[in-house]
């Protein structure tokens, strides 16, 4: 009887996350994804094709299982920043593979630009109807919303150094924080008389 190919794949899938995150796709080895896989390295290039289009793969399915574990609602961006702030810090893996793929990829990734392209288009939805500042393009808003969602794990180590005390949470609600930044940030400027 031939090996599950199934259970071949996600093992492959589950040791490439893994290796990308921890290595990037330059430092990643095919060879190390394979054997903590229990597979050979001939099966990745079957079931993924080559060591980039894992890459992309690996990247594309874990923000949109991201995107669907966190539902977008341009009118609460707050609160989705913040539902996407405690996921984040629940699976660092994520943030890690979007790092190294903004890093080393400079292509745009097709599912990942359709699953922006929604947010994007509620965003600008609810800007022409005055419900989120309108002098920010929808694309900038939210790429905006997504770095304050970010902000404190991609700041400078110097500047966090400026707050020892503070750790991962240091007992800061860093969610509070986020959402309260994202608050500010997407509110319509109110019009004086």
């Known amino acids: 009887m031939p090996p599950n190919a199934t259970a071949t794949k996600r093992r492959l899938m589950q040791a490439a996350v893994d290796e990308f995150a921890a290595y990037g796709l330059a430092g990643a080895r095919v060879d190390r994804i394979a054997e903590t896989a229990a597979a050979n390295k001939r099966s990745i290039?079957?079931?993924?094709?080559?060591?980039?289009?894992?890459?992309?793969?690996v990247v594309a399915a874990s923000l949109l299982a991201l995107a669907e574990a966190v539902p977008f609602d341009a009118d609460h961006l707050p609160g989705?920043?913040?539902?996407?702030?405690?996921?984040?810090?629940?699976?660092?893996?994520?943030?890690r593979l979007t790092l190294w793929a903004a890093l080393e990829r400079s292509q745009p990734i097709a599912v990942e630009v359709e699953a922006y392209r929604?947010?994007?288009d509620a965003v600008r939805a609810a800007q022409q109807v005055?419900?989120?500042r309108a002098d920010i393009p929808?694309?900038?808003?939210?790429?905006?919303?997504?770095?304050l969602v970010t902000?404190?794990?991609?700041?400078?180590?110097?500047?966090?150094?400026?707050r020892p005390d503070a750790g991962r949470s240091g007992g800061l609600d860093r969610r509070a924080m986020v959402e309260a930044a994202v608050a500010g940030l997407v509110r319509p400027p109110t019009i004086r008389p």
């Open 80 to 95: 989705y920043a913040g539902e996407l702030f405690d996921l984040l810090d629940q699976s660092p893996h994520v943030r």
């Open 130 to 132: 005055g419900r989120l």
């Open 45 to 57: 290039y079957m079931h993924f094709g080559t060591k980039e289009e894992l890459f992309d793969m």
């Open 118 to 120: 929604a947010k994007v």
């Open 138 to 147: 929808a694309v900038e808003l939210l790429a905006m919303v997504l770095a």
């Open 151 to 162: 902000s404190w794990d991609t700041a400078s180590w110097s500047l966090k150094a400026l």
